[in-house]
């Protein structure tokens, strides 16, 4: 392809929605405008979706006012969906793209997202249909592949860093034992982001459970009792993924029943069980009156008081560099965030098929040898896309105690 193509662009928003998702389709749509050889600027509602039944708005006269607005708003502004297509599926959209002399499609989201524009892109090629694609990341899960980090995940580790500074000083007030489930299914990087509410040696979480690592009951069991000796209380962070040796996840062990998703999966997110069950279990191991728990749910992913200034400007920015590729270059792929220097990013474009379906997980640099906490280096690392107004923990009362009177 020696000439830059030329054609209309199509953009769509899939998965689970974020706090900054809307500044990556802001980014590209004000981007777009500025290629003489994109005509029309259309989105599609509820992402593929959208496209397999023609729910298409034409975004070509959106205003700047309003596109600055809509970045900052959280969740996905076109609408998402859950749909995972396969090659027949994929069929379809090929059909209503060439339809619509769609020559640029832009989809924001994580990796079935980019599995879906590689299935495109080689329907495209089969039928001799010149169509650059472009996958423009986000999750907060943060397990995309050649990327140091994920738009929307900084913004909702920020959430759950905040959320423990909370949990802890109520834990503090009302001591007990305290479990936060956190998503995660394969990944722990946002279970992680708690490590960051500590200020003080004794603050919470005490605890960090994460999927890369085996769970073991016996041992969490003794791991909550050590602290509760230690500072007369406990407070835990559990991904919502965790399970045992032989992959077995622990909500399907410790409850007595399980929720299953429409693809046959274990249902994580959105149900309470894991929470109930580790509660439970305590509860029956121990001789702790005082044991709560909780599961954030949906709640971090699209707060959007707690969006990350970092966050927010590096998802504009993969959005702007996607249209750069596309129309510029008139190269496919997936645009990555490389971290260069102390905390710098550059925005580099890799072949689709490299991130396509794969998931990434932490480090073991990032986890403690126990397995219930993480490391000085996870901290260093997530530190810096928080913003310059993250503090982590809490102030405290400095006063002395007085002498007893009687």
Known sequence: MSEKLKGNMLIAQGGGPTAVINSSLAGAIKAAKGYSNIDRIYGSLNGVNGIINENIVDLSGETDGNLDSISRAPAAALFSTRDKPGEKYCGKIFKVLKAYNIRFFFYIGGNDSSDTLQIVKEFAEREDYEIITVHIPKTVDNDLLLNDH?????????????????????????????????MGRHAGFLTAASALARRYPD???????????????????????????????????????????????????LSDEVEKDAHGNIQLSG?????????????????????????????????????????????????????????????????????????GVEYKLVELKKVAGKTRVMPEEFINEAGNDVTEKFIKYLRPMLGADFVSGAARIRAQKVEKKL
């Not at 738009?151 to 007990?176: C, H, I, K, M």
């Not at 029956?284 to 749910?297: A, C, K, L, M, Y």
């Not at 971090?300 to 920015?317: G, I, K, L, N, T």
């Open 203 to 253: 603050d919470g979480p005490h605890l960090i459970y994460l999927p890369e690592r085996p769970f073991s009951e016996t041992d969490f069991v003794k791991d909550v009792k050590d602290s509760y000796n230690r500072y007369s209380r406990c407070v835990v962070a559990v991904s919502e993924g965790i399970a045992d040796e032989n992959g077995t996840p622990i909500t399907a062990k």
């Open 271 to 343: 149900t309470g069980s894991l929470a109930d069950a580790l509660s439970g279990h305590i509860k029956d191991n121990t001789d702790i009156e005082r044991v709560r728990s909780d599961t954030f749910g949906y709640l971090q992913r699209s707060f959007r008081m707690c969006a990350s200034s970092v966050d927010r400007r590096e998802a504009f920015d993969v959005g702007q560099k996607a249209l750069f590729y596309a129309a510029d270059k008139n190269k496919s792929g997936s645009v990555t965030i490389k971290r260069v220097g102390d905390y």
């Open 150 to 182: 994920t738009p929307g995940y900084p913004s909702a580790a920020r959430f759950v860093a905040e959320a423990f500074v909370g949990l802890d000083l109520d834990n503090r007030s009302l001591p007990g034992v305290y479990i936060a489930v956190v």
